[in-house]
């Protein structure tokens, strides 16, 4: 394996791990609200969430944006990219969730900044400081990829395993999985993955959409549960 080889999957490691600071572990997505009302009590109910937030959420609206994002990045066309962040924002209905998308997305960026050095990463932050970007982390996410190294593929497997971590990792926390269960679990979405990653590829941003009723309101009650270990 040549060097350049090892400089891209110890990145992709890099920006997988929980390590890097971008605020992602104080999430739950939803998860907590479900865990509290009683919804999700077991690791078979975790496993379902996130098939459904993969398949009918995550892949199809998110990892589509990372996509247009990723290949405007790759072409210096940060244009694409402002066109896959707005559109992100306007298919997010639930304002808290755009609200800690921009805020890990802010985060994301900030960190790479002071980790790789490149023009478009200079960019990027001149709109964020003018607020012309809402810098969606999933966009961000994307749009740093190239920089980095990661192909398409990389990129999307790299996202999706560091969201669906966090979501396993937020149930521990919560009391209704151990460790060894959801190794087992994050296994199992293998196919789930790799059909996110087959379908969102040749979708276009005007293509999105999300279908996951249970979880949106999930989300929207959880600034009103009586007691909170995340932010969302």
């Given at each position: 394996m040549s060097q350049s080889q090892i400089a891209q999957q110890l990145a992709m490691m890099q920006l997988s791990d929980s390590f890097f600071p971008t605020g992602s572990f104080t999430l739950s997505h939803g998860i907590e609200t479900l865990v509290q009302t009683g919804k999700i009590q077991s690791g078979q109910d975790v496993k379902k969430?996130?098939?459904?937030?993969?398949?009918?959420?995550?892949?199809?609206?998110?990892?589509?944006a990372l996509l247009h994002s990723h290949r405007g990045s790759q072409e210096g066309n940060l244009t694409a990219v402002k066109q896959a962040d707005c559109q992100?924002?306007?298919?997010?209905a639930i304002a808290l969730l755009r609200e800690t998308q921009s805020k890990s997305g802010r985060a994301l960026l900030m960190m790479t900044s002071s980790t790789w050095s490149?023009?478009?990463?200079?960019?990027?932050?001149?709109e964020a400081t003018r607020g012309e970007i809402h810098c969606l982390h999933p966009v961000i996410f994307g749009a740093i990829a190239p920089i980095v190294g990661l192909n398409e593929r990389d990129t999307v497997l790299t996202f999706l395993h560091s969201l669906v971590t966090s979501i396993l990792g937020a149930a521990i926390r919560l009391g209704v999985l151990g460790h060894i269960q959801a190794q087992q679990i994050l296994r199992s979405l293998a196919l789930d993955i790799e059909?996110?990653?087959?379908?969102?590829?040749?979708?276009?941003?005007?293509?999105?959409?999300?279908?996951?009723?249970?979880?949106?309101?999930?989300?929207?009650?959880?600034?009103?549960?009586?007691?909170?270990?995340?932010a969302s």
């Open positions: 969430f996130l098939q459904l937030l993969l398949l009918n959420k995550v892949g199809v609206s998110d990892v589509v992100l924002f306007a298919q997010t490149d023009k478009r990463l200079d960019v990027l932050n001149r059909q996110v990653w087959s379908t969102a590829r040749s979708m276009s941003l005007e293509q999105m959409w999300s279908c996951t009723p249970s979880i949106d309101i999930a989300q929207m009650q959880h600034a009103k549960l009586p007691q909170r270990l995340f």
